[in-house]
């Protein structure tokens, strides 16, 4: 099976990629220099940034679609664990008023965000399972 990918929405997103980064470059170097004393602060922020979620994109793009729906729902039950766990005084991790974190070491969570992407990926497997009730105004 040969994998095909979407070659407009690539070409979009490395667009929208590169005119962020740009916009970075050109507003950002004047703060980052009288804060950090480091005019290219943001964009080496920025580029990092975008390299993590480069990495995260091949990585979603090499898993077979029909293994994220299969584990969508197992995903979601994780997260809602997570969001459980985070309400716990001992386990969440306090910023500013706010319990939302979840700390293990040097790597903090914050389960709300994963939630985000498991969401939408559970909502598409459950409207392709019920696909045929969507047809119909009052069963859909």
Known sequence: MSIRYDLPLIGATLFLLSWGTVMIY??????????????????????????????AMGLALAVNYNKWKQL????????????????????????????????????SVQPAELLKVVLIIYVASYLERKQELLASFFRG
């Not at 969508?72 to 306090?94: A, C, K, Q, T, Y």
């Open 72 to 107: 969508s729902i197992w995903m979601m039950l994780g997260i809602l664990v997570l969001l459980i766990l985070v309400l716990i005084p001992e386990i969440g991790h306090e910023v500013k008023g706010g319990r939302r974190w979840l700390r293990y070491g040097s790597l």
């Open 26 to 55: 050109s507003t950002g170097g004047v703060f980052a220099d009288l804060q950090y004393n480091d005019g290219q602060y943001f964009l080496y922020r920025h580029l990092i940034h975008v390299l993590a979620g480069l990495a």
